[in-house]
């Protein structure tokens, strides 16, 4: 089971040397990937709205101050030698497909193939109306499109594709990517939606437990969530098998509350011993990567927690 950590790239803890510190520290400790988050514009956050926290509000300060996904890729990746770089999610739609299937070939050319692509058809209405060139209410399909015309592009010498949202013929796109036949894709999210991509097109399924519409924060929860995903990958004539299972951690310990509303106890609520647990049996699940957030007040909390978390949690799993 290999194990990640969050990157701030927006909030207090967002400015150029406090990314790179966090970045090479957690390299250092043995982590083996790191996420990066994307967001262009938010609405105003006193109307909350985020689907991934119970009170509905962003966690951490300042999520508005944020540097753009890709770009902090680059720039992460010219800064560290191994370690992997998870987008977590890219919000698919949010740029042009031929331009984003470029920036992606060049972050994973550029990081010698470090880059997984986690990707995410999007939620919040208000930043679509001010980027996407595509209508909210279609971003599913969108999505879709726009990854099958990815892929066209960074494997076939002659790439033509004619969907309905984006086409091209009579081009060249070079270089490829490094990782072939293209680096990993993990799609993100919880709903029917969401799974029934993960079936067709992912290479793994990248969920948060935490979306109140679709919990997956209990063993029950998530265990239905994959039988579910299994049932949609055979309908959509792949074997099972070939959809990793991927799981993200926003909170844990004592800052989750330990009964959920299903009655069953929470995952990675309780001490260390229940984390290891947990951890456990996601891994006796099939589970093969799990990323953990572990942002604290200033880097050097961060940093501390991180390697707290690595001699007192991981070295028992």
Do not use: C
């Amino acid at each position: 089971m290999q194990i990640g950590f969050n990157l701030p790239i927006s909030g207090p803890l967002s400015d150029p040397d406090t990314v790179v510190r966090i970045a090479q520290e957690g390299e250092a400790l043995g982590y083996d990937y790191l996420t990066l988050t994307d967001h262009i514009v938010l609405p105003n956050l006193e109307v909350p709205g985020y689907p991934y926290s119970e009170s509905g509000e962003f966690f951490g300060e300042g999520p508005q101050n944020r540097h753009d996904q890709l770009t902090a890729a680059a720039f992460v990746a010219a800064k560290t030698r191994h370690i992997r770089l998870v987008l977590a999610v890219m919000v698919v739609p949010y740029r042009p497909a031929v331009l984003a299937a470029k920036m992606l070939a060049t972050v994973d050319v550029l990081s010698g193939g470090r880059l997984t692509i986690g990707i995410g058809a999007g939620w919040l209405e208000a930043e679509f109306d001010a980027i996407a060139t595509t209508p909210f209410a279609a971003r599913g399909a969108v999505t879709d499109d726009y990854i099958r015309a990815f892929r066209t592009l960074w494997t076939e010498a002659a790439p033509q594709h004619r969907g309905e949202w984006v086409e091209f013929d009579n081009v060249l796109f070079e270089p490829k990517p490094v990782q072939k036949p293209h680096p990993p894709i993990w799609v993100g999210g919880e709903s029917g939606p969401s799974l029934r991509r993960a079936a067709r097109l992912g290479d793994a399924w990248y969920p948060i437990g935490s979306n109140n519409r679709h919990l997956l924060d209990t063993l029950p929860r998530y265990r239905a969530g994959i039988a579910r995903l299994r049932r949609f990958a055979q309908e959509a004539g792949r074997d099972p098998a070939t959809v990793a299972l991927t799981y993200r951690v926003k909170r844990y310990g004592e800052a989750v509350p330990a009964t959920a509303s299903d009655g069953e106890r929470r995952l990675f609520s309780g001490g260390t011993a229940d984390l290891v647990d947990d951890f456990r049996a996601l891994r006796d699940l099939g589970v093969s990567a799990v990323d953990i957030d572990f942002e604290r007040p200033d880097a050097a909390a961060s940093i501390a927690e991180m390697r707290r978390f690595k001699e007192t949690v991981l070295a028992r799993v």
